[in-house]
Structures are given as C-alpha cells and as structure tokens.
C-alpha cells in the first residue's frame, strides 16, 4: 500500500507540472494566435521570414507550466536559454544588426539620382507623430506613446530598439504589432493607393533614373551618416549600422563582409529576434486593454503614414513640369516596409498599364522611409530618454 501511495503521489506531482494542469484560457487564445500567424505565413505568402519565427515563437511562449518551479525555462525567468536570448532584444542588440543587413543590401543610386524623393520618406513619417498625439489623447505616457508611435514607420528593428529604451513593458506587444502591419502590407495599402489616386495618375511614367557613379555610392553612406547622426545623436546604433553596411556594399573592397553582413549573419538576428518577440507575448503581459490600443494605433499610424506620402507626392507634382511629375502610387512607399511596399507600388501601377515598371522608383522613397523612421526614432529618444 505503501508503495502504491508513492506512486500516486509522484504521478500526481508530475501531473502537476504539465501544461494541461497549468493552461490557461489566454494561453490557449495566444497559441491559436501564433498558428494563425504561421498559416499567414505559409499559406498567405505574408513575410513568412518574420511571421514563421514569430508565429513558433508566440506558440513556444504560451506553453503553459507552473511558475513557482524553478525549471527556468521561461523568457522572463533568469538565466534561462529564451532570457539570454531575450537580452538581444531587450538591450537593443539585434536591431543594429538587422539595420547593418539592410544596408549591406539595399542600392541607394535611386534616391541618389533623384534626391527629392526623400522627401516622400519624409512625409510618411506624419504617420509617427500623427499617432504620437492619439495616444497621447489616450492616455499613454510621454514615453510609451512614443514607443506606440513609431509603428506607423512600418519598421519592425526600429520600433523594437525605441521601445526597448522607452516602454520596455510594452515592448513584446509594440513589436508583433508593427511585425503584423509590415505583413499586412499587401492587404492594407492597395486600398488607399486607389482610393486616393485617380486612373489619369497612375499611369504616369516616370523618366528613367540617371546613371550613378561608383564614386557618388560611396560618398552617399559617409555623408548620410555625417548629416543624420549630427541632427538626432541618439540615432546613431540605427543609423551608424545602416550607412556602415552600405559603405561595405559599395566600397567595392568588402565584398565578402557585405555579402555575410546582408545574408547568414542578417539571418542568424532575424531568427533569433523573430522568435524572441513572439516568446515575449505570453498571455499574462500580452492579453490587456494596452494591447487593444496599441494595435488601434498601431493601424492608425501605418494608414496615416502611407496616406501622407501619396498625398504629398500629388502636392509635389503642382509643382513639377508634365515630363517630371512622379507618379503618386509609389507614396505608398514612403513607409520602410522594404522592399515590399515598393512591389506593391509596382504590382499596382502593372495593374493599369502593364508596361509602367514602378519597382526602382518606387525604392528611392522605400529606402527613404528606413531613414526616416530611424532619425525619428533618434529624435523621440533624444527628446525622452
């Protein structure tokens, strides 16, 4: 009897530590979440680089089990595998990373020959300040509107390197939501594009773009950093990386640490940050009224963003001779969802005139957009920090 009463208890004990004696409701509503997420992915073709790894990192972060145990195994337990990990993304680690990948792969000569098309990037970030005030209005702190704002620049590192300085607690809702409407991408701006767009404007086709030299692409990143990182300081981690790893592209001389910077070691960051930010949704610090607001301003933002740069490129072209005038479908672009928004602005001018490639002017904007989001992000840590 003894014996058999050891048993009893040791297998209740073990029962006791597994996820069907610790699940919850909101555990289980987050792991259907991430499923949803990795059918988007998979299914729906909808950036399943970002989506695979957060998708399996929202399931791996709502296994249930029993906290008081000590297993650390947690994202949130010290010294467990997943917190180590975490570190990258709380610190702020992985975002520069990912800024050095991009550079190392993005061509610039676009916005190079023809320098007014920052000012689109420029323009979509009103979709930052824009959704600064709403949440203000809301009820955020200074701090965390801040953070809640800069998804409208469509740009998943940046808003995870601001947040993680100013909001840290909002940080794992802040990032799925801005890693969600970079995904919704082809869903969300098609709409806008035609709506305020007329047919006579998208078919307008733009002068093809002037040949740059090797020189000017190597003079670009120099003086792209001297200029933004003597405006707004504190965007130096961004920035610093993002000129960093277009000077390896373009120098001619680093060709092989421009090719890991934009391929394995973009990889490695990417897998590591998408799986982090999706373990950091755990139900108990993801399943609030926050994370309802932040996702409403979230979408606020991203809509207000890519309105502005449709609409300021129909106000450029007041201004503009007729064999100058730019075509308003690649506005869209000014948020730094690179490069797919510019392939909507591209799929999309297809749509009404199947020989009006929009692809390569619509990338001067796009890259626009990723230093713009960056040098606002400098300028709301400068302002708050």
Same mark, same amino acid.
């Given at each position: ?17 597994? $996820? ?38 929202? %399931? ?16 949130? !337990? ?6 180590i ?23 610039f ?17 009103? $979709? ?15 701090n ?8 409208? $620049? ?17 940080? $794992? ?5 801005a890693?969600?409407?970079m ?51 504190s ?14 592209? !373009? ?16 990889? +490695? %960051?990417?897998?590591l ?8 949704t755990?139900?108990? !610090? ?16 991203? +809509? ?30 000014? %948020? ?20 009006n ?29």
């Open positions: 009897m003894g014996f058999l009463e050891f048993l009893a208890n040791n297998f209740n004990e073990f029962l006791s530590y597994t $996820g069907f004696a610790n699940a919850t409701m909101g555990n289980l509503i987050m792991i259907v979440v991430g499923i949803i997420f990795i059918w988007l992915a998979i299914k729906k073709d909808f950036e399943p680089l970002l989506l695979v790894p957060i998708g399996l990192g929202i %399931v791996l972060g709502n296994i249930p089990f029993r906290a008081d145990a000590g297993l650390e195994i947690g994202l949130y !337990e010290d010294n467990s595998v997943l917190n990990f975490y570190q990258g993304v709380r610190q702020g680690w992985y975002p520069p990373l990912v800024f050095l990948g991009i550079g190392a792969m993005t061509d000569s676009t916005l190079i020959s023809n320098p007014k098309l920052i000012l689109i990037g420029a323009a979509a970030q009103f $979709g930052i300040f824009g959704a600064y005030m709403v949440a203000l209005a809301l009820g955020f702190e200074p965390q509107a801040a953070g809640i704002a800069i998804i409208g $620049g469509a740009d998943g590192p940046t808003a995870i390197f601001l947040s993680s300085k100013l909001c840290p607690n909002l940080m $794992g809702a802040i990032a799925v939501c890693y969600s409407y995904a919704l991408v082809p869903v969300i701006q098609p709409p806008l594009m035609r709506l305020l767009t007329t047919k006579k404007e998208r078919v307008i086709r733009m002068n093809p773009a002037r040949h740059v030299s090797q020189t000017e692409r190597i003079l670009f990143p120099i003086i792209g950093l001297l200029l933004t990182t003597f405006i707004v300081p965007g130096l981690p961004l920035l610093g990386m993002l000129f960093f790893g277009n000077l390896l592209k !373009e120098s001619g001389k680093t060709t092989r640490l421009a090719k890991t910077a934009g391929s394995s070691l973009n990889d +490695i %960051v990417v897998i940050l998408g799986l982090t930010v999706g373990c950091s755990q139900a108990s !610090e993801f399943l609030t009224i926050n994370t309802i607001k932040i996702f409403f301003l979230g979408a606020m933002a991203f +809509i207000i963003a890519s309105t502005s740069g449709i609409l300021f490129v129909k106000f450029m072209n007041l201004f503009l001779s007729s064999d100058k005038k730019i075509n308003p479908l690649i506005g869209n672009a000014g %948020v730094s969802a690179v490069p797919m928004s510019a392939r909507i602005s591209n799929n999309i001018g297809l749509e009404y005139d199947r020989h490639f929009l692809l390569m002017h619509a990338m001067g904007p796009n890259v626009a957009g990723v230093i713009g989001s960056a040098v606002a992000a400098g300028a709301l840590l400068g302002f708050l920090s």
